[in-house]
């Protein structure tokens, strides 16, 4: 069992910056692809960006592509998100998750074996 706890999110106007934490629980971290989606009110979730276990490899929703970055601490068993150039449309909860195997693609939700419990984050205009 994994549990993953985020944090920093908050409000931000547009073309600000914020940065996410995932600290996750567990001495097996670090052979856990690990990633972050999020979910706008009235929306699916969304993928947004993924990181291979050794963070080594990375990817992204074009959405997000240039402005947000993914990375991990696996001493520190977290892994972040740092958002820039952030917009109105980034707004929603951001949820970070466990895939038990590393791919290069649009993750699905379905492929998701633990989730964080989401940060909010509101970007204004």
């Known amino acids: 069992q994994v549990q993953l706890v985020e944090s920093g999110g908050g409000l931000v106007q547009a073309g600000g910056s914020l940065r996410l934490s995932c600290a996750a629980s567990g001495r097996t971290f670090s052979y856990y692809a690990m990633g972050w989606f999020r979910q706008a009110p009235g929306n699916e979730r969304e993928f947004v960006a993924a990181?291979?276990?050794?963070?080594?490899?990375?990817y992204y929703a074009d959405s997000v592509k240039g402005r947000f970055t993914i990375s991990r601490d696996n001493n520190a068993n977290t892994v972040y998100l740092q958002m820039n150039s952030l917009s109105p449309e980034d707004t929603a909860v951001y949820s970070c998750?466990?895939?038990?195997?590393?791919?290069?693609?649009?993750?699905?939700?379905?492929?998701?074996?633990?989730w964080g419990q989401g940060t909010q984050v509101t970007v204004s205009s």
């Open positions: 998750a466990v895939r038990l195997t590393w791919v290069a693609r649009t993750w699905l939700p379905q492929s998701i074996t633990y």
């Open positions: 990181i291979s276990p050794s963070g080594g490899s990375t």
